[in-house]
Structures are given as C-alpha cells and as structure tokens.
C-alpha cells in the first residue's frame, strides 16, 4: 500500500545522511554526543507533491500538502522508530505493522468523505 501511495516509480530520492567514522569525532563541545543530522528536505518535498496529486485528483482532503506530507511521516516513519530505535535489533514484522497502521490512520484522516446526494435516501 505504501508502494502504491508513494508511487513505485516515483521513490525519494533526497534523503541524505552525514557519516560518521570510527575516528571521527562525535563529542560537542559539552561533551554530549553529536547527533546525525538526515536530510530530508527533498524526499518530505516528495511527499508533498504525491499528495498533492491525491488532493488534486480528489482522493485526499487537504489544503496544505506539506503538512499533511509531515503527518503522514509521523505516523509512520517517526512512530516505527520510536518504537524501535536501534535499527540493527528492530523487528521487522512490527515496523511493517506499525507503518501500516500509520498509512491507515493517514487515509482515515485525510481521505475524501463522500456526501450523499440531495433527495437520495441510504
């Protein structure tokens, strides 16, 4: 389902990470651990505009892609790694589910709801 949202042949392609080597340092300045900065400035864009293309098409009800873009990632991506940071011993039947259920949460939100016709009865 994911596949399908994100278009298979339409992957992001700007997420970019800065390595960090076993002799680098990665202490600060106060001695805290420097974080690994990701950047995703062009794959979040990417997400926007395919739900932008949803929206446009009347699949999904937004006016503003770009934060429905960060709703879906928190529902997902933000989530399956709070729920299990160290990728190495994460379990991936439960990330599989946990973006799952994100991605389904995201279409109950953001899905277009359809009104009945005047003068038709259910």
Known sequence: MLEVFLGAEDQPTGVGVQSVGPDD????ASGAAAEVHLDTDAA???LADR???FAGTGLLDTDNPRLAAAH???LTI???YERQPIPATADP???R???ADGAHAFIRA???RSVPARGRSR
Request: proline residues 0%; charged residues 20%; glycine residues 4%.
């Open 25 to 28: 340092d990665v202490e600060g």
């Open 44 to 46: 979040s864009q990417d």
């Open 51 to 53: 739900i932008a293309h």
């Open 72 to 74: 879906f990632s928190a």
């Open 78 to 80: 933000l989530l399956a």
């Open 93 to 95: 039947e439960e990330v």
């Open 97 to 99: 589910q946990t973006m």
């Open 110 to 112: 953001y899905a277009t």
